[in-house]
């Protein structure tokens, strides 16, 4: 079972940036597509991007297109959420995930039971 880490969260004024890092553990990151979801108090577990294994394709919530950048390093087990012009709507837990195995061109999923591994958060605060 993979480990995820993230870092990154913290508190930042409205129109702010912020950038997150996810550091995974183990030997199979690369062929696995990623994924970033969020949780605001009282709220469910959001979509906010995935990445395919390559990098080489990204998906948003249409939400977040134009402002969020999602990234990953595979030789160094690592990925990343670039998030600007942040709102404080945005505020919340951010985690990153592992989806799980897809056939070829279907990775692509904003469902949080598609994810089968689960980082412990970082707290985005957002103030007005």
């Known amino acids: 079972q993979v480990q995820l880490v993230e870092s990154g969260g913290g508190l930042v004024q409205a129109g702010g940036s912020l950038r997150l890092s996810c550091a995974a553990s183990g030997r199979t990151f690369s062929i696995y597509a990623m994924g970033w979801f969020r949780q605001a108090p009282g709220k469910e577990r959001e979509f906010v991007a995935a990445?395919?294994?390559?990098?080489?394709?990204?998906y948003y919530a249409d939400s977040v297109k134009g402002r969020f950048t999602i990234s990953r390093d595979n030789a160094k087990n690592t990925m990343a959420l670039q998030m600007n012009s942040l709102k404080p709507e945005e505020t919340a837990v951010y985690y990153c995930a592992r989806r799980t195995k897809a056939l070829v061109g279907l990775w692509a999923t904003q469902r949080s039971t598609d994810y089968d591994s689960w980082g412990q958060g970082t707290q985005v605060t957002v103030s007005s």
């Open positions: 990445i395919s294994w390559s990098g080489g394709s990204t």
